[in-house]
């Protein structure tokens, strides 16, 4: 029997010590978007073998950039890039699984595309760092920020996935 399990929002969690159990913030920035780049991205993290545990399109607001964004915002190239961002909508996106974290910094590649290695998604679709196509956390004190930054709690939800006890251990 197969049992979609969805145990509620009193039981969604921004974060997890349980193995297997990580979250990471993923964004299509508008790039992406505009370039029809989604479904090969959300592609790549489920033939990982990683979860979704949450999505949503949405118009990002300068408080929330400047926030997510705010060790840079005494950078030169702050303004371009809350530009940049709320140049059309994002697709953000919540994704469980073992390491995850690392993993997807692994998968999305370096900041600057030329740096990115070949098999990244930015190494693969982008030329520029102001237009990069994607933004993955880079640590677990930043994911658990960046995911209750841009996720009310029961936007995230926990179900499980009947392959995870071949994918996972
Ligand atoms: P990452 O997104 O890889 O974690 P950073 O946190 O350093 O990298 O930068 C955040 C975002 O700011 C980058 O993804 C990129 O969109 C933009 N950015 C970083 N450096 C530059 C730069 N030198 N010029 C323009 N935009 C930049």
């Known amino acids: 029997v197969l049992r979609y399990a969805h145990k509620g929002a009193a039981h969604t969690s921004f974060s997890s010590q349980a193995p297997g159990k990580e979250r990471t913030l993923i964004v299509v920035k508008p790039d992406g978007v505009q370039r029809r780049l989604v479904g090969r991205i959300i592609q790549r993290f489920e033939q990982r073998g990683f ?8 118009q990002v ?23 940049y961002m709320t140049s059309g909508p994002v697709v953000v996106m919540a994704w469980e699984g073992h390491q995850v974290i690392q993993s997807s ?33 880079d640590s677990p004190e930043g994911a658990l920020r960046e995911l209750q930054l841009w996720f009310r709690g029961q936007e ?10 071949i994918t996972c251990e």
């Open 51 to 58: 979860k979704m545990v949450g999505l949503k399109m949405l």
């Open 61 to 83: 607001s300068e408080d929330l950039l400047s926030n997510h964004y705010r060790q840079l915002r005494m950078k030169p190239f702050y303004s371009d890039l809350v530009q």
């Open 105 to 137: 910094r692994n998968m999305v590649g370096q900041t600057n595309p030329a740096e990115a290695q070949a098999g990244t998604v930015r190494g693969d679709f982008s030329l520029h760092v102001s237009r990069n196509v994607v933004h993955a956390s």
């Open 156 to 165: 995230l939800l926990d179900w499980e996935c009947i392959d995870e006890s």
